[in-house]
């Protein structure tokens, strides 16, 4: 329970850094996130990361990460609700804090997954020089 003679003021936006998109995939659906992952590139300014086929960090299933900058999350992520098919993923922010990143400000776009948090830390740094890798050329 919450001490309510504890006064906690609103967070501010100037925490997030940026964004990670997590999109998980096993065998059967890994032709389909290919084609998402091709879609996200011709549409949006954003940094695809590696094909991760087996458990990393604190991810139980196969993946692949889209980063991407605070600015382009009103269009991206609206366009992953609308086009994720079977697939889910996970959206963070990336603030000082990985762990709370993980748990308590993510948003889930489909099923749930099981997300190992206890393996991230509660400090961390913040890598605000996000480099898109791709080059859109159709409209989202």
Avoid: C
């Amino acid at each position: 329970m919450v001490d309510p003679s504890v006064v906690r003021l609103p967070r501010s936006l100037s925490e997030i850094a940026s964004f990670h998109a997590h999109v998980y995939y096993d065998p059967q659906t890994r032709g389909e996130a290919e084609r998402l992952r091709a879609w996200i590139g011709e549409r949006f300014s954003v940094t695809l990361g590696r094909w991760h086929d087996a458990k990393i960090g604190p991810h139980d299933q196969a993946m692949f990460q889209v980063a991407f900058v605070v600015d382009v999350f009103p269009a991206l992520v609206p366009w992953l609700m609308l086009n994720h098919g079977a697939l889910s993923i996970l959206v963070h922010p990336n603030t000082a804090n990985p762990h709370r990143d993980h748990t308590a400000n993510p948003l889930w776009i489909g099923r749930p997954l099981a997300v190992h948090a206890e393996i991230l830390p509660e400090e961390g740094a913040v890598d605000s020089t996000l480099l898109p890798n791709t080059n859109p050329v159709k409209p989202a």
